[in-house]
């Protein structure tokens, strides 16, 4: 496959479908609101609600130069399968969460 031309191309696209995932992603706990306080009454609270929404960013923030040092020690391809085969692994935990606790700790 890496003696075809359009090799990079492709992995160009299929990062893009990813990157395209990754934001519906971490946009759908804001468009699916309403079902989700239906099931998990602690998030009527806007406060409670807020730290969910939070706790992504600061995870996200307080570890991505740990990331960063890891990525550079590490085969991109083989992060990239593993970070896809995690982040999937979390999004389909997190459809069965059915309590507060279990999904804070899912989202960070």
């Known amino acids: 496959m890496k003696a075809n031309k359009n090799y990079p191309w ?3 696209g ?3 479908v990813v990157a395209l995932l990754n934001y519906m992603d971490r946009q759908m706990l804001s468009t699916m609101q ?3 306080k239906a099931d998990i009454v602690e998030l009527n609270k806007a406060e409670v609600f807020g ?3 939070a706790v992504f960013m600061w995870v996200y923030g307080c ?3 740990f990331a960063g040092v890891i990525a550079d020690k590490l085969s991109r ?3 990239v399968v593993g970070s896809l085969f995690v982040w999937s ?3 389909l935990s997190m459809g069965f969460a059915t309590n507060f606790e279990t999904l804070y700790v899912l989202r960070a």
């Open 10 to 12: 492709i992995v160009v």
């Open 77 to 79: 391809k083989w992060l």
């Open 51 to 53: 730290a969910l929404m």
């Open 63 to 65: 570890f991505s130069p």
């Open 89 to 91: 692994a979390v999004t």
């Open 14 to 16: 299929l990062l893009w």
């Open 34 to 36: 309403g079902a989700i």
